[in-house]
């Protein structure tokens, strides 16, 4: 094994960590490391022993979320060849194998410290150290082609990269829709520039341009988002539409969009459901009760104003209208038929006559049985070759 980690792109499989890490101060960072050993000793991964599996997809997925495990299982549903499924999951337990890998990988180590801060290079030692305990057991398993949920995840890159030494077909999927940061670099650009996979699976042409900008030697094939349900949509106006707020890093960009709204409902004789971030305070907001209600489901309403929210193409292909605050915050580029910066030139767009459906489109391609049938014809062709 060691000859192949020694071929590995250590700064993809530890980018998250790294950027985690970085930029904590030695003290704090020395915790960390000690934290990180400490909780290695009592943690076990639920992997058992695959050898006797022989599988002609292995599909792996290493975060826990709800809208995540909801994607990951229909995805792996479409797939109707010969296929095994790993969920990874900790336990409290011990595991003082952790400590022999600990000892045997310092080549490892000596390679990170080198190139990073000590305490930054330690940190990412002791965690590649857990990773590697995860591929070991994974190595074992009998399969052809392996699918990762998202393969900037540590262990999911990881094992891609070996298995691409391996010359076995990997493939990552699309987990969410993605900004291109290049004037902002941040953690969530790692999403697209760490692709290992020979091929991803994504939701649109945007998607494909946007991976492909980063990764020109991958093979895309958009398949849509099987996740997305169709809703049945009334012809007749319920006199709400709704607003959806982003997370409460864009206090401000919130406050302002509600105060569009209020303005708007009441010169409209309109009434508002509005859709708070689940991490953000209602008290953080002047509301108007009398015409707005806080409510998480915003499908039942005539149109949608948001910002800078990923839901607003969920929203556009279910047929929902969506008019866009345009802001200086990096987002998603949107037809500026449907954008506005004050109230002023929402009421100018309003009722415009424009495709939402075509603008949809572009980001998320197919949803439902039409995306989940291409999901099984892609798996279906690749066993052909």
Known sequence: MQNL????????????????????KNNKL?????????????????????????????????QNR??????????????????????LKYKY????????????????????????????????YLKFVRYFQVIVKLDKIQFCKLVVFSDVQPIENLFV???????????????????????LPNINMLNYTNVSSQTILVWGENSKNLFLKYNPKINVVICGNPAILPIQRSNTLTQY????????????????????????AKKKDLKIKLRIHPQDDINNYDIQNEIVSVNRDVYDVDFV???????????????????????????????????FRTYQELENKFNSNFSFKKEADEYIKFINKESYNRYTDFFNKLMKL
């Open 241 to 264: 539409f709704g607003v959806v707020f982003d997370q409460p890093l864009f206090l401000s960009y919130n406050k302002l969009l509600l105060d569009i709204a209020q303005e708007f």
């Open 161 to 183: 990269q070996i298995c691409n030494l391996r010359e076995r077909d990997t493939i990552t999927l699309q987990h969410g829709l993605f900004i291109d940061y290049k004037n």
């Open 5 to 24: 980690i020694n071929k590995i792109n250590l700064d993809k499989v530890l980018g998250i960590d790294y950027y985690y890490s970085k930029d904590i």
């Open 66 to 87: 709800r809208d995540y495990d909801n994607l990951f299982n229909i995805i792996y549903n479409s797939c109707n060849q010969n296929k095994g499924e790993i969920n």
């Open 93 to 124: 337990s011990m595991n003082f194998l952790y400590i022999y890998y600990f000892v045997k990988l310092s080549y490892v180590r000596k390679t990170l410290q080198s190139t990073k801060r000590l305490l930054v290079g330690l940190y990412l």
């Open 305 to 339: 104003l948001a910002h800078t929210t990923t839901m607003i193409f969920e929203l556009l292909t279910q047929g929902i209208p969506v008019y866009k605050l345009d802001t200086d915050i990096p987002s998603h580029k949107m037809n500026q038929q449907i954008t």
């Open 30 to 62: 020395f915790a960390l490391c000690l934290l990180c050993f400490i909780k290695s000793l009592f943690l076990k991964d639920n992997i058992k022993n695959g050898s006797n599996f022989n599988n002609n997809y292995l599909f792996l997925k290493t």
